[in-house]
Structure formats: C-alpha cells, structure tokens
C-alpha cells in the first residue's frame, strides 16, 4: 500500500514538478511532501531525512531555506488543482487563523501573542488561513504568516529572517485576510461565499472590503456589534441653542445586537440532516444597518457610528442554551432557512479547523525548526500540497465505492441467493 500511495504521489505531482525546474529541485519535492506524509512522530527535516535513504538532509534543508525557486507557480497549481477538486458556485472561501506554539524569539514572526488553538496568549507564530471547502471536503489553499509590531518595528530583526521587502508594513489579520482573498480570486479560484468566524466578522474594514469586491459573506460577530434598524433615517436635530446641526444624525440610536434580536421572532429550523438526524435550532433574523459607518458625534451620546450597509442580523439558541449571532450582507428577499443553511455552513470551517489540526499533527505544520520567512512558507506549502493530494485519494475512493455495483447475492432473497461450489 505504501508504494502506492508513493507511486501515486508522483504522478499527482507531475504538473507541480515541471514548474521547479531543476533536476535536483524535482527530486526533493516528492521527498518532501512524501516524509510529509509517511511514518514517523516528527515532520522536520533531520529526522524526515534520516528515514529516508533517497535523499541526504543538507539538500533537503537547502531545497527548503535557501534554494532559489520561485514558489508562485505552485501556489497557482494548488488552487487550479483545488478548483477542480472542490470549487464552484456551492463552495465556500474560509477565513481563519492557526497558531504555532513555539520558544525563544528568533522565529519569525514569533511573538507572545494569542493564540486561537490554545484559547490563551502564547508564545507562537500566527497564520492567517484560507480554505477552499465543498460539502464536508476542504483543500487549504494558503497559509500566510502573521507579523506583530514587535517585529515590523524592528528593521534588523525582519532582515535577519528574511522577510521580503513588500511586507514589512504592519498588517492586520483581516488585512492580510483580504490579500489572499484578491489572489486567490484572481488566479480564477470559484466560491459562491466567504465565511469567517467572529474574529474576522467584527473587523468593519473586513466586511467592506468583501462588500466593496462584490462578494457574498456571512460572518460571526460579538453579541455586542451595534446595529440600527433597517428603516433608520437620518434627519437634522433642532439645536436649542447655538449654531444649527450642520451634519444629520441617526432619528434612533445604535443597539447591541442581542438586544436588537431580543423582540424578534424566533423559530425553528432544520439546515441539514447529520449522522444522528435532522440539525435543527432557533433563529431570528432581522434586516439591519451596521453600526460601522464614519464616527460622529451624536449630542449626550458622544462619538458614534453612523450607519453603513444594509445586510442581516441572524441570532441562534442552540440546545445547549449558547447564542450566537452573525452578520450577512444576502439579499434582502433571502429566506430564514437559507440564512440559517449559509450561517451553518460555517460547520465546514470546524472541518477546516480540522484539516489545520492534521496540518499540524500528521503532516507536521508545526514542526518546522527554521527561523526564515522564506523556509516557513515553502514549508506550509508542502503541507498545504500534502493535504490536497491526500483529499484527492480521499474523494477518488469514495467515487469509487459510489460508482461499483453491490454483491449480486446482496439483492436478492436468501432463498433464490446462487449457489457456489
């Protein structure tokens, strides 16, 4: 079995190997993404070279941190290659984060900061993630790390590691989130939504960024995101005294979106059937403007948002008494059940959540020892190229068992069943 998943690999591997070139750089790729995947506690390159006969470990570790390749051309093959594999009009673009525990701070981009994966601050390096996923199958299609201030504020340290000229500027995640989003939209990668968890969904900038490029979202948000309702105006109060209002303020002040939802109609709906039955749970949903327009000064109130885009307000009581609540800019005609389908989706991202945990733990995201910006990414790449090639196997397999015909004994009656000698 072993050789033919190896076998296999090579062959998967073809159109990724052409782009490297060299002959050399061909023969490190598979040996890469092959110890990658193999046997063995730990994914880093000295004990991956050690078990392996084929290739020695100063290549190996120069075909990572130094070799002079140009990893852009495989980065487009992955998401041609995922494109085929998942996307469409149906899938879905996932935003999200994973964090690499790590010690001592030459690391780059390591920082105490926190860290989602550990539900805690940590001394880890952070990765902005973007999954492409349809139905219960994600494939990762880029991994881009995440520079604190503590390191764009320190030249020398940002030389030392290697990180490239055009991203030393200090970015957001959500920034960073949105220049992998216009690459990756612009190598042709098709989804129908962009989904994205409360760490992203309360970054204004974030949800207008994705309105301002034309896509459809559905995004966690804090329960207290303020919102106005949908019908607000804007009017120009009378001043009792002094200069009149030169600017129009809201007629209704801004609400913390639980409260918003707290009169609403709930009801209850069922977005799909899983393993033990139909998934169902509470939802209220109201049309809303999002307390994310410019700041104003608003009398006693003090500065406030004005209002900014229309879109939904979605609530949830789960069964475990949890509220949760989102934000989505659908269409205002959008049924609650298709909201309610869309804001569930977001189950696929716990699948891509679990395709970083396997990421880390069976394909050793996280077991890279090199400090280099350069080394760190090439090295998420091959895991990123690992995982697509085992999801690969994974849905070929499973055609495979859809397509082939049951046991002809299996249909019939055990009375008429054929005899054999």
């Known amino acids: 079995m072993a050789e033919d998943w190896q076998a296999d690999l090579e062959r998967w591997l073809a159109p990724y190997l052409e782009q490297l070139g060299n002959k050399t750089r061909r023969r490190m790729c598979p040996a890469y993404i092959a110890g990658l995947i193999g046997p063995g506690d730990r994914k880093s390159i000295q004990p991956m070279a050690a078990r392996s006969s084929a290739v020695p470990y100063d290549r190996l570790h120069h075909f990572i941190g130094a070799g002079l390749w140009d990893s852009a051309p495989l980065e487009a093959t992955l998401w041609s290659q995922a494109d085929e594999l998942v996307g469409g009009d149906g899938a879905w673009l996932i935003i999200d984060d994973t964090a690499l525990p790590k010690k001592g701070k030459a690391s780059v981009g390591v920082a105490p900061q926190y860290a989602s994966a550990l539900g805690k601050n940590a ?5 902005v993630s973007v999954t492409l996923a349809s139905g219960e199958v994600p494939v990762m299609l880029s991994l881009r790390l995440f520079l604190p201030e503590s390191w764009t504020s320190d030249a020398a340290r940002m030389d030392k590691a290697g990180v490239p000229a055009p991203l030393r500027e200090y970015r957001t995640k959500p920034e960073i989130a949105i220049e992998e989003i216009d690459r990756v939209m612009a190598a042709g990668v098709r989804f129908g939504s962009v989904l994205a968890d409360a760490g ?18 559905a995004v966690g948000i804090p329960r207290h995101q303020k919102v106005y309702p949908a019908n607000v105006q804007l009017i120009f109060p009378v001043a009792g005294r002094g200069r009149p209002r030169m600017r129009h303020v809201p007629d209704v002040k801004s609400r913390a979106a639980h409260a918003m939802l707290e009169d609403a109609k709930w009801r209850q709906v069922s977005w799909r059937r899983g393993t033990k039955g139909r998934l169902a749970a509470s939802f209220a949903a109201l049309r809303v403007r999002i307390a994310d327009g410019a ?27 949890e509220r949760k609540y989102y934000l989505s800019n659908l269409p205002a005609d959008t049924p609650i059940k298709i909201l309610a389908g869309t804001i569930k989706a977001r189950w696929i991202c716990e699948q891509a959540h ?12 996280d077991h890279f020892e090199g400090r280099s910006w350069t080394g760190l990414h090439r090295h998420a790449l091959m895991t990123m190229m690992a995982y697509a090639f085992l999801q690969t196997r994974r849905i070929a397999q499973a055609r495979r068992k859809k397509k082939s015909p049951r046991p002809a004994a299996a249909t019939q009656p055990a009375s008429s069943a054929p005899s054999h000698s």
């Open 295 to 321: 700041p104003q000064r608003i009398g006693s109130a003090g500065a406030q948002h004005m209002p900014g885009e229309e879109a939904w307000l979605v609530g949830e009581h789960r069964s475990n008494g």
């Open 354 to 365: 679990r395709a970083c945990q396997q990421l880390k733990e069976e394909l050793g995201l």
């Open 123 to 127: 001394n880890c390096q952070t990765l």
């Open 200 to 217: 992203y969904g309360l970054s204004a900038p974030f949800r207008q960024a994705l309105s301002t490029r034309g896509l459809c979202w």
